[in-house]
T-cell receptor, first 112, second 112 residues
Framework: NAGVTQTPKFQVLKTGQSMTLQCAQDMNHNSMYWYRQDPGMGLRLIYYSASEGTTDKGEVPNGYNVSRLNKREFSLRLESAAPSQTSVYFC???????????FGSGTRLTVV | KQEVTQIPAALSVPEGENLVLNCSFTDSAIYNLQWFRQDPGKGLTSLLLIQSSQREQTSGRLNASLDKSSGRSTLYIAASQPGDSATYLCAVLPYGNNRLAFGKGNQVVVIP
């Protein structure tokens, strides 16, 4: 019963490098989300996908892009990493409407 | 905009005491409210999901109540144990969108 799987778990990037964070869910959920968590700031929504084929900006989308590859997979791309993007990134999924959210275990990203 | 508040930010209780954590939200137009647990360096684990039509949910030693009209939820943990030490996050799903609004959490330490 995997739930939401994120890869990688840890990553160190140099400023200006690019990378893609992967997320997959096996619960047949329609909606998927990317959050970042920073000390004192709580969880902030970066992008979300209400259903396959759609994506929308959240609170802090600058510097990120997303792709909803299919119903299971939702990736987050950093095109040119900056130290301000050092954070813990969480992917989540939910049924559309009233379903609860399920979170992945996170990716700890450091940009130097 | 929905605001979710959890006070206090941190608390310590002796083992065996009942834990009471409070969550307040500004707009009563919600689909549901969800309580999560987060251990240091880990992801979010869903504890309880209360739909807007429900007054409470229970799971083992955990009980969560919801008073939508007053914008409050309370999480009770009976007979606390050191293993209950964690950060507890409250989140509400507002009407009109499927984007959770999070509180900043209660960091709990249960002292043996």
């Amino acid at each position: 019963n995997a739930g939401v799987t994120q890869t990688p778990k840890f990553q160190v990037l140099k400023t200006g490098q690019s990378m893609t964070l992967q997320c997959a869910q096996d619960m047949n959920h329609n909606s998927m989300y990317w959050y970042r968590q920073d000390p004192g700031m709580g969880l902030r929504l970066i992008y979300y996908s209400a259903s396959e084929g759609t994506t929308d900006k959240g609170e802090v989308p600058n510097g990120y892009n997303v792709s909803r590859l299919n119903k299971r997979e939702f990736s987050l791309r950093l095109e040119s990493a900056a130290p301000s993007q050092t954070s813990v990134y969480f992917c989540a999924s939910s049924e559309a409407g009233r379903g609860g959210y399920t979170f992945g275990s996170g990716t700890r990203l450091t940009v130097v | 905009k929905q605001e979710v508040t959890q006070i206090p930010a941190a608390l310590s209780v002796p083992e065996g005491e009942n834990l009471v954590l409070n969550c307040s939200f500004t707009d009563s137009a919600i689909y549901n409210l969800q309580w999560f647990r987060q251990d240091p360096g880990k992801g979010l684990t869903s504890l309880l999901l209360i739909q807007s039509s429900q007054r409470e949910q229970t799971s083992g030693r955990l009980n969560a109540s919801l008073d939508k009209s007053s914008g409050r939820s309370t999480l009770y943990i009976a007979a606390s144990q050191p293993g209950d030490s964690a950060t507890y996050l409250c989140a509400v799903l507002p009407y009109g969108n499927n984007r959770l609004a999070f509180g900043k959490g209660n960091q709990v330490v249960v002292i043996p």
